[in-house]
């Protein structure tokens, strides 16, 4: 074997370590390769994250310009979660700036009505969630004003929760230092019981207001309500300010009632009433559909909130589009009302000069005077015969209205009064409409879903035509539908509880036979004929 030198051992060894700092090298500047690229990455994640954060806020930046530039969220924003008096003294501290969306409630009480130190309020309350949520906010206000509060509670005596419902609001008033004010109703009439019940309601709080000298009377109408009873006006008919529901302020002369609620909606007053731990009472009779309102609460608000859940501004803003429309119609109308109305007789020629829309609220003026707080009962329907009477070219007419008011048409005059003479007979043809000395109607219509006693179907071939409707007369009987043999008319009226002034003058339809097909809100004959049964003649009462 050949011997290697000593210089070749050395070239091969310096080699050797040249390979091996060479790998050295490499690989350190490989790892200090990476750490850079790693370094360089976060850094650009620093960045990118950074640019994002100073877009964000840029965003949020333009987004608080454009509401700086409004002027309700400045409003808003510089009063900050204080209410102020006009001396720019806090009123109220409010804990949490989100109010459930109450804050316009607290705002218009404090801005718009012109609350003072030591004024009294006389407050509607029935002990339901929304009444409870009104007394609430007032009794926040009471605190720092000095405000005297009328509670005024009226028990309409048609449930028996209502005596303990009394007492939880009685001892909430004392605990808080509110007045308590409070009336039973011992006895309803035969009127609508939501018409009365108002009625009574109004002149209760009224009586309150004279005798505290309160400036104002509120009321916890919300604005459910509000939606409510302009769809119930539309579908029955009303005047230009009947439609528009109900005002958020009444001036009264010596006092203004107020509507604080009207902004809002009765799940944000639940809402209100949940977060503030304020307790109410609820009525199970809203749950019956056989009350209009609450069919209308129950099928159709739910409908319009699935369309828009701010719905109610909505109406709100019709509501007072149609009240300064009607102001409006009202001045003008008061222009000319003592140059045709004069002497109790509207002169007729003069009436028809006038545009239709002030001959309108001329009539319903005349019937206001008539009907007073009674005019809940007076429709378009009504109104609409008026009309009829006076484009009628008989010179001697008469129209009946609710009531025993009567409208006499005599040439050029219409004239108004009341029917002293109740038990007269009346015998009339039903073909199309028949207006009835009791003020209600009769007609004829196409198609109605209406199944109650108030609408009748039937088939011509088992009746005699034509058929006419009458008063009563002694030994009238019917075979009634669902019983077997025949009953007296006389017996149903004592049955219904039908007030004997009423009973002379309540219709009684009959066919050509004189046989008693129809008592109208009564009873039905056996010959009334169900939807999926064949008829061909179907008659409405109202």
């Avoid at 002027?71 to 949490?96: F, V």
């Avoid at 005596?163 to 009439?189: H, M, P, R, S, V």
């Avoid at 119930?232 to 001036?251: E, H, Q």
């Avoid at 209009?292 to 099928?299: A, D, E, G, S």
């Amino acid at each position: 074997m050949k011997k290697i030198s000593n210089k070749a051992k050395f070239r091969v060894i310096f080699l050797t370590l040249g390979c091996i700092i060479t790998s050295v090298v490499f690989v350190s500047t490989l790892v200090s390769l990476d750490l850079q690229i790693k370094k360089t990455k976060n850094e650009i994640k620093e960045l990118t994250v950074s640019y994002s954060d100073k877009l964000e806020e840029e965003e949020n930046l333009k987004e608080e310009i454009t509401r700086l530039q409004d002027p309700e969220y400045m409003a808003k924003y510089a009063r900050e979660k204080y209410l102020y008096s006009k001396d720019n003294e806090i009123i109220l501290k409010i804990e949490e700036w989100e109010r459930l969306d109450m804050e316009e409630v607290y705002n218009f009480i404090k801005n718009k009505i012109g609350l003072e130190p030591n004024d009294t309020i006389v407050v509607g309350v029935s002990g339901g969630p929304d009444s409870m949520a009104l007394l609430y906010i007032l009794n926040e206000f009471k605190k720092k004003l000095d405000l005297k509060i009328v509670c005024a509670h009226v028990n309409h005596n048609k449930r028996v929760e209502s005596e303990q419902e009394k007492i939880d609001l009685e001892n909430y008033c004392k605990a808080n230092n509110i007045i308590f004010e409070y009336i039973k109703i011992t006895k309803w009439g035969d009127d609508n019981f939501h018409n009365e019940a108002r009625s009574v309601r109004y002149n209760f709080f009224e009586e309150l207001v004279m005798n505290y000298g309160a400036k104002y009377l509120m009321t916890a109408h919300q604005g459910d309500d509000l939606i409510e009873t302009i769809l119930m006006r539309i579908v029955r008919g009303s005047t230009l300010k009947g439609y528009s529901g109900f005002s958020r302020i009444v001036d009264k002369g010596t006092y203004k009632i107020v509507r604080p609620l009207i902004t809002v909606t009765k799940d944000e007053i639940m809402e209100f009433d949940k977060a503030n731990g304020i307790k109410y009472a609820i009525d199970q009779s809203n749950n019956e559909d056989h009350y209009t309102r609450n069919r209308y609460r129950h099928t159709v608000l739910p409908f319009l909130k699935h369309e828009d859940p701010k719905v109610h501004k909505k109406f709100l803003k019709y509501s007072e589009i149609l009240l300064e429309y009607s102001d409006y119609v009202d001045k003008e109308a008061n222009k000319v009302f003592n140059k045709v109305f004069i002497n109790g007789n509207l002169d007729i020629d003069k009436f028809n000069e006038l545009d239709n829309i002030i001959q309108t609220k001329i009539i319903y003026t005349i019937l206001e005077k008539i009907y007073g707080d009674d005019l809940l009962i007076i429709g378009a329907v009504h109104v609409e015969l008026i009309f009829d009477l006076i484009k009628s070219n008989k010179s001697n007419s008469i129209v009946h209205l609710p009531n025993n008011v009567i409208v006499i048409k005599s040439y050029n005059e219409l004239s108004f009064s009341f029917d002293d003479d109740e038990s007269s007979e009346y015998e009339i043809e039903i073909d199309g409409r028949v207006n009835l000395p009791n003020g209600k109607i009769i007609e004829i219509v196409d198609e109605c879903i209406d199944t109650s006693n108030y609408t009748i179907r039937l088939n011509s071939n088992e009746v005699k035509l034509p058929l006419y409707v009458r008063n009563r007369k002694d030994g009238d009987r019917i075979e009634v539908k669902g019983l077997n043999g025949t009953k007296k008319v006389k017996d149903i009226f004592i049955d219904e509880k039908i007030k004997i002034s009423d009973r002379d003058s309540w219709p009684v339809v009959l066919d050509a036979t004189d046989k008693i097909v129809w008592i109208p809100g009564l009873k039905k004959s056996k010959l009334d004929k169900k939807i999926t049964e064949e008829y061909d003649i179907v008659m409405k009462y109202y």
